[in-house]
């Protein structure tokens, strides 16, 4: 058997921003919409046999959703944490909806499992998982999706930040194409920390986005040539980008 196939699903501003004392830095109710039905989605013969998507966060995301909204609906919640308990967590040790692991190594033998039931798995962050996944060294499993959703306008202030995985020039043409959708000089030109050397990562086309999405595709977006969408004043892009070579 393969390895299992990992995606991380971030929201992040141009230069990786993801957080913001402890939270989210914005509010959109339809990025939300979009997470929750790119993560829940299982195709049609998979459903029919009980299968469902697994999603992977660290203590402090688990920590940050409300509690009447936890564990996430639909979807086999695993969270992980060196030091806390199911009890200090608020999760049942019986329950069939979210497991506790103290590291990501006996999260992934136990979704790795041939009868685990699990059709999809993405990695919901924050930070410190994201790091962790990126540099992931596994016999069990590999990240090769990074489903983005990217800020492109307003620029907001973040405390927490997604690992660098573009080039300079790819971060470049991220700028201008932000540049072009909100007006020259909206969104800033703040260089991000680091930039890869060599491309590690390239960005899908949309109708690779499409088709990856099936049925989760927002039906506004069908037929959009850069999936591109606002909120009010937010101007944000759905990106898929896939592991180089
Ligand atoms: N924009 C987005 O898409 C997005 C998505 C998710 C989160 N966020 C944001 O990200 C921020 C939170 O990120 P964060 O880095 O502070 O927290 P985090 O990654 O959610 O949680 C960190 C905790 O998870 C546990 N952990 C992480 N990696 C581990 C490993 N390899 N082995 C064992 N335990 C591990 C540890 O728990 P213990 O300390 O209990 O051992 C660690 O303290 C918030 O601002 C949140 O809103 C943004």
Redesign the pocket.
């Known amino acids: 058997m393969g390895k299992l196939k990992l995606a991380m699903?971030?929201?992040?501003s141009l230069t990786n921003?993801?957080?913001?004392?402890?939270?989210?830095?914005w509010r959109l109710k339809g990025e939300m919409a979009y997470?929750r039905s790119v993560t829940s989605h299982v195709a049609e013969d998979e459903k029919r046999e009980g299968a469902r998507n697994a999603v992977i966060?660290?203590?402090?995301?688990?920590?940050?959703i409300p509690p009447r909204f936890r564990p996430l609906a639909g979807r086999v919640n695993i969270?992980?944490?060196?030091?806390?308990s199911a009890k200090d967590l608020g999760i049942d040790p019986e329950s069939k909806d979210v497991h506790l692991?103290?590291?990501?190594e006996q999260a992934l033998a136990h979704l790795a499992a041939p009868q685990s039931g699990i059709h999809r798995v993405f990695v919901?962050?924050?930070?410190?998982?994201?790091?962790?996944?990126m540099s992931l060294d596994s016999n069990v499993a590999t990240v090769d999706q990074l489903l983005v959703?990217r800020i492109l306008a307003p620029q907001y202030e973040?405390?927490?930040f997604?690992p660098e995985f573009r080039t300079a020039q790819q971060y470049k043409s991220e700028l201008d194409h932000a540049n072009a959708i909100a007006g020259a000089g909206q969104v800033g030109s703040e260089q991000p920390a680091s930039t890869l050397t060599r491309q590690e990562w390239t960005q899908a086309s949309p109708e690779s986005l499409r088709e990856y999405l099936g049925s989760a595709c927002p039906a506004a977006l069908a037929d959009s040539k850069d999936m591109v969408t606002n909120e009010g004043e937010t101007w944000y892009q759905y990106q898929l980008w896939e592991k180089t070579g």
């Open positions: 699903v971030a929201a992040m921003g993801i957080g913001k004392d402890g939270g989210l830095p997470f966060m660290g203590r402090k995301t688990w920590a940050s969270v992980i944490s060196r030091t806390s692991f103290a590291s990501v919901l962050g924050g930070a410190q998982l994201y790091r962790n996944m959703t973040c405390d927490a997604f």
